[in-house]
Protein backbone atom coordinates (compact mmCIF):
# COMPACT_ATOMS: atom_id res chain seq x y z
CA UNK A 1 0.00 0.00 0.00
CA UNK A 2 1.23 3.36 -0.73
CA UNK A 3 0.63 5.93 1.96
CA UNK A 4 -1.41 9.19 0.99
CA UNK A 5 -0.14 12.26 1.50
CA UNK A 6 -0.20 13.57 4.93
CA UNK A 7 -0.34 10.63 6.42
CA UNK A 8 2.18 8.80 8.41
CA UNK A 9 2.76 4.88 8.45
CA UNK A 10 4.00 5.04 12.06
CA UNK A 11 2.06 4.28 15.40
CA UNK A 12 -0.31 7.22 17.29
CA UNK A 13 1.52 9.11 19.72
CA UNK A 14 0.20 8.95 23.14
CA UNK A 15 0.23 12.55 25.30
CA UNK A 16 0.40 12.22 28.82
CA UNK A 17 2.93 11.12 31.91
CA UNK A 18 3.85 7.50 33.26
CA UNK A 19 3.14 6.96 37.08
CA UNK A 20 6.55 6.60 37.58
CA UNK A 21 7.11 9.97 36.36
CA UNK A 22 4.36 11.51 38.27
CA UNK A 23 5.59 9.86 41.51
CA UNK A 24 9.38 11.51 41.06
CA UNK A 25 8.03 14.36 40.80
CA UNK A 26 5.67 14.43 43.62
CA UNK A 27 8.87 13.08 45.61
CA UNK A 28 11.05 15.86 44.70
CA UNK A 29 8.10 18.59 45.59
CA UNK A 30 7.52 17.07 49.37
CA UNK A 31 11.51 17.04 49.58
CA UNK A 32 11.98 20.96 48.89
CA UNK A 33 8.96 21.56 51.03
CA UNK A 34 10.56 19.61 53.63
CA UNK A 35 13.74 22.06 53.21
CA UNK A 36 12.05 25.19 53.01
CA UNK A 37 9.83 24.23 56.47
CA UNK A 38 13.44 23.54 58.74
CA UNK A 39 14.81 26.73 56.74
CA UNK A 40 11.48 29.04 57.74
CA UNK A 41 11.35 27.09 61.01
CA UNK A 42 15.08 28.19 61.81
CA UNK A 43 14.45 31.94 61.09
CA UNK A 44 11.08 32.61 62.70
CA UNK A 45 12.72 32.53 66.32
CA UNK A 46 15.79 34.36 64.94
CA UNK A 47 14.07 37.49 63.52
CA UNK A 48 11.97 37.33 66.54
CA UNK A 49 14.94 39.24 68.66
CA UNK A 50 15.59 41.68 65.73
CA UNK A 51 12.05 42.26 65.93
CA UNK A 52 11.90 43.29 69.32
CA UNK A 53 14.98 44.68 69.67
CA UNK A 54 13.99 47.04 66.39
CA UNK A 55 10.64 47.66 68.55
CA UNK A 56 12.60 48.56 71.93
CA UNK A 57 14.74 51.15 69.64
CA UNK A 58 11.19 52.85 68.16
CA UNK A 59 10.25 52.86 72.00
CA UNK A 60 13.32 54.65 73.26
CA UNK A 61 13.18 57.14 70.24
CA UNK A 62 9.44 57.77 70.07
CA UNK A 63 9.84 58.03 74.14
CA UNK A 64 13.23 60.85 73.72
CA UNK A 65 10.69 62.75 70.84
CA UNK A 66 8.02 62.76 73.24
CA UNK A 67 9.76 64.39 76.34
CA UNK A 68 10.93 66.71 73.95
CA UNK A 69 7.68 67.74 72.36
CA UNK A 70 5.37 67.83 75.58
CA UNK A 71 8.39 69.33 77.36
CA UNK A 72 7.84 67.04 80.60
CA UNK A 73 9.83 63.99 82.11
CA UNK A 74 9.49 60.42 80.45
CA UNK A 75 11.11 57.66 81.94
CA UNK A 76 11.43 54.34 80.57
CA UNK A 77 11.23 50.88 82.84
CA UNK A 78 12.91 48.08 82.89
CA UNK A 79 11.59 44.63 85.15
CA UNK A 80 14.43 42.68 84.75
CA UNK A 81 13.03 39.56 86.66
CA UNK A 82 9.88 39.83 84.33
CA UNK A 83 11.39 40.50 81.18
CA UNK A 84 9.32 43.81 80.47
CA UNK A 85 9.51 47.42 79.84
CA UNK A 86 7.12 50.26 79.34
CA UNK A 87 6.77 53.99 79.56
CA UNK A 88 5.64 55.98 82.22
CA UNK A 89 4.32 59.12 80.98
CA UNK A 90 3.99 62.35 82.90
CA UNK A 91 0.29 62.41 82.26
CA UNK A 92 -2.59 61.51 84.89
CA UNK A 93 -3.97 58.45 85.05
CA UNK A 94 -7.39 60.23 84.85
CA UNK A 95 -6.42 61.60 81.56
CA UNK A 96 -6.91 65.63 83.13
CA UNK A 97 -3.66 66.93 82.98
CA UNK A 98 -0.12 66.60 84.11
CA UNK A 99 0.95 64.54 87.42
CA UNK A 100 2.70 67.25 89.80
CA UNK A 101 3.73 64.48 92.35
CA UNK A 102 6.26 62.22 91.60
CA UNK A 103 4.23 58.87 93.39
CA UNK A 104 1.23 60.58 91.43
CA UNK A 105 -0.51 57.37 89.07
CA UNK A 106 0.47 58.06 85.93
CA UNK A 107 -0.35 56.35 82.25
CA UNK A 108 1.77 53.83 80.96
CA UNK A 109 2.31 53.01 77.49
CA UNK A 110 4.16 50.56 75.11
CA UNK A 111 4.39 47.99 78.42
CA UNK A 112 6.05 44.57 75.99
CA UNK A 113 6.78 41.72 77.71
CA UNK A 114 9.94 39.87 75.67
CA UNK A 115 9.51 36.71 77.67
CA UNK A 116 7.05 36.05 75.82
CA UNK A 117 9.09 36.01 72.49
CA UNK A 118 11.75 33.75 74.21
CA UNK A 119 14.39 36.98 75.22
CA UNK A 120 15.17 37.89 78.48
CA UNK A 121 16.75 41.39 79.27
CA UNK A 122 20.33 40.38 80.39
CA UNK A 123 21.31 43.71 81.95
CA UNK A 124 20.94 47.39 82.10
CA UNK A 125 23.76 49.67 82.32
CA UNK A 126 23.08 53.12 83.39
CA UNK A 127 25.93 55.48 85.25
CA UNK A 128 28.29 53.03 85.21
CA UNK A 129 26.64 50.35 87.36
CA UNK A 130 25.32 47.43 86.17
CA UNK A 131 21.96 45.96 86.67
CA UNK A 132 20.77 42.06 86.57
CA UNK A 133 17.52 41.87 88.51
CA UNK A 134 15.14 44.23 90.07
CA UNK A 135 13.25 47.43 87.98
CA UNK A 136 15.46 49.84 86.62
CA UNK A 137 14.09 53.17 85.17
CA UNK A 138 16.03 55.53 82.80
CA UNK A 139 14.10 59.22 82.18
CA UNK A 140 14.50 61.69 79.40
CA UNK A 141 14.23 65.11 80.02
CA UNK A 142 12.72 67.93 78.44
CA UNK A 143 15.80 68.74 76.37
CA UNK A 144 15.90 64.48 75.00
CA UNK A 145 18.61 64.12 77.07
CA UNK A 146 19.48 60.95 79.46
CA UNK A 147 21.79 59.38 80.62
CA UNK A 148 24.16 56.86 79.09
CA UNK A 149 22.73 53.04 79.25
CA UNK A 150 22.99 50.22 77.65
CA UNK A 151 20.69 47.49 77.14
CA UNK A 152 21.76 43.91 76.64
CA UNK A 153 19.22 41.03 75.51
CA UNK A 154 20.02 37.37 75.13
CA UNK A 155 17.74 34.93 72.94
CA UNK A 156 19.02 31.60 74.38
CA UNK A 157 17.25 29.20 71.81
CA UNK A 158 20.52 31.10 69.73
CA UNK A 159 22.65 31.57 72.02
CA UNK A 160 22.84 35.36 71.13
CA UNK A 161 23.05 38.32 72.87
CA UNK A 162 22.19 41.92 71.54
CA UNK A 163 23.29 45.28 73.20
CA UNK A 164 21.36 48.45 72.43
CA UNK A 165 23.89 51.69 73.41
CA UNK A 166 21.83 54.91 74.37
CA UNK A 167 24.36 57.74 74.18
CA UNK A 168 23.66 60.87 76.51
CA UNK A 169 22.55 64.18 75.52
CA UNK A 170 21.82 63.13 71.57
CA UNK A 171 19.47 59.88 72.71
CA UNK A 172 21.18 58.21 69.85
CA UNK A 173 20.94 54.26 69.73
CA UNK A 174 23.72 52.17 68.57
CA UNK A 175 23.14 48.27 67.66
CA UNK A 176 25.82 45.73 68.78
CA UNK A 177 25.67 42.03 67.63
CA UNK A 178 26.70 40.54 70.31
CA UNK A 179 27.66 41.77 74.09
CA UNK A 180 29.34 45.59 73.80
CA UNK A 181 30.76 47.50 76.76
CA UNK A 182 32.14 50.60 75.89
CA UNK A 183 35.61 51.23 77.47
CA UNK A 184 35.63 53.86 80.35
CA UNK A 185 36.60 57.72 79.22
CA UNK A 186 39.92 58.58 80.79
CA UNK A 187 42.02 61.70 81.01
CA UNK A 188 44.62 60.68 78.87
CA UNK A 189 42.09 59.85 76.29
CA UNK A 190 41.91 64.05 76.23
CA UNK A 191 44.93 65.68 74.56
Avoid: C
Wanted: no cysteine; charged share 25%; glycine share 6%.
Amino acid sequence: MIPQAGKSLSRPHRAGFTLIELMVVVIILAMVAGVSAISWQALVPNQALNTQVRNLSEVLYGTRSEAIARNRVFKIFYDLDQERYWVQTPYRLEGEGFATAEDEPRILTNETNLASEGITIESITYDDETYTDGIVYIRFDPLGASSYHTIVVYQAQFERHFTLEVLPLTGDIRFHDGFFQREPVEERDFP
